[in-house]
């Protein structure tokens, strides 16, 4: 099954993600603020086609502040973000998704009443398809990476577990064919088993050609999977490098993955 976005071309050896072909997603020392308490202090970070990176940080560092400004759900106090090379810090949100900018629900969010084709066909609400062919082709390639929520299809979300449940919230935002998908904490709340699951899909979305920004606070498994990382410390990156170098970085270590 060919994904609906076309996969990216693999990098030559030795050449740096991130840094050598025009960012997908630019973000120039960004900041927000709610109200009088500023929450991010002038951010930087760029996503280039085809990698999947990572924002790690701990309650409270901004994480998802940075989110929901990238989302277009909070306003910018200062700093811009580039879409494929376009200015959209005023864009508004429903715009944004429909340049590709989709982020998957925060805290699951699945319609509880409606069934899981329902909750899946919502996710095409604000990008729709052309051809019923398209619809198609998509619903294959989204049942094709979880094939647990194909067999669910016509459960009501409700009645799902947990893990089902955040399957089903990434699988709504695939339908709307993101060129660059925004997941807030996929892991949280999930057993062990289960966020291993979540990530190795989620490695899978992003090895079929669509490019990802992770907010996480499981350092293991994020790094692991990841092109990129930034280290998110108050609403200040701190420290960016390659995932697996960070994996090993002494600071970090001690910091999110309980060593040192
Ligand atoms: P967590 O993992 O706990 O959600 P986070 O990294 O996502 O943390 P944010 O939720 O973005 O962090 O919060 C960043 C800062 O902004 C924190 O100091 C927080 O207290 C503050 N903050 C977040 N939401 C609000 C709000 N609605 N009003 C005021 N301050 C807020």
């Not at 692991?224 to 490098?241: F, M, P, Q």
């Amino acid at each position: 099954m060919t994904p609906p976005t076309p996969p990216t071309p693999p990098q030559a050896e030795g050449e740096q993600p991130g840094t050598d072909s025009e960012p997908l997603l630019q973000v120039d020392d960004m900041v927000v603020s709610y109200g009088r308490i500023q929450a991010l202090h002038g951010i930087s970070l760029t996503v280039a086609p085809g990698e999947l990176v990572t924002l790690l940080g701990a309650n409270g560092a901004g994480k998802t502040t940075t989110m929901r400004a990238l989302s277009g759900l909070l306003p910018l106090g200062g700093g811009r973000i580039l879409f494929e090379g376009r200015d959209i810090t005023r864009v508004k949100a429903h715009e944004r998704v429909g340049l590709g900018l989709i982020q998957a629900p925060e805290g699951r969010g699945v319609f509880p009443g409606m069934t899981v084709q329902e909750n899946l066909d919502m996710g095409c609400y604000s990008r729709p398809f052309k051809t019923k062919a398209e619809y198609n082709e998509t619903l294959e390639w989204v049942f094709s990476l979880f094939p647990r929520v194909k067999e669910r299809q016509k459960q009501v979300g409700g009645t799902l577990s947990g893990g089902e449940q955040q399957m089903v919230a990434i699988a709504r935002s695939l339908m709307a064919r993101p060129k660059l998908l925004l997941l807030d904490e996929p892991s949280m709340g999930l057993a062990p088993m289960v966020i291993r699951q979540i990530f190795q899909i989620i490695a899978d979305i992003n090895a079929q050609g669509t490019t990802v920004l992770l907010v996480e606070q499981n350092a293991q498994q994020a790094l692991t999977r990841s092109d990129r990382a930034y280290i998110l410390e108050t609403g200040e990156v701190t420290k960016t490098g390659f995932g697996r170098d960070l994996l090993h970085d002494p600071a970090v270590k001690s910091a999110y993955l309980g060593v040192g």
